[in-house]
């Protein structure tokens, strides 16, 4: 821990310090600082996730929540979305050759190949276009067959990895983690001491 004016781990400790209108500035520097990291850890997250994945800052922006565990506010941040639709990974349509089904009768030629549009996302920066296999491109959204030996059965929009599943990469998270107890600290002794010289200057 650095040598800071305000320690955020004596918490408590400067709530009885400062008294009653004193706690209300420890409290709103503990509201503001970890706002503030939470901030920065998200642009920390995003911008890891965007070094690996071919998606745009605002699509993790919209699928990522950040939240303080009250508990341990120097610590703890979860994360919380859904699974990305595929049609979020820079779908492009091309033609696929795929086997025609009918019969050929014994002498005669087989026949060649049928063609059908399918489509192809870039999920992973390192790994290149790849073919949703089966999946086609359709009012905006990546479909395939729910059986795809069925042409009938239903279409399902295909989804692709988690936010969270993002994340889940140790050296994402302990990155995220180092950034906060780095800063946080530092944070919250800074508000502090600013919100105690405005009271101070106002008495």
Known sequence: MLNLKYDIRDFQGL???FGKEGAQSVEKALIWSTNRMADRAATYISKDLRGTY???AREIKGH???HRVRR???RALLYTGKR???EQ???KQRW???SPRRKVRSGSRKGKLARRRGVSVRVRKDKGRQLVPG???AKDHILRRADQGDNDSQPRIQYGPSVPGMVAYPETIEGAQDLVRRELPKEFSGRLDYLLSKKAGQS
């Open 84 to 86: 990305l639709p595929l």
């Open 89 to 91: 990974f820079a779908p």
């Open 15 to 17: 709530k009885k310090r």
């Open 72 to 74: 341990d506010p120097t």
């Open 54 to 56: 071919a998606i745009k």
């Open 96 to 98: 696929v050759s795929v």
């Open 135 to 137: 999946g086609w491109y």
């Open 64 to 66: 990522l929540k950040i």
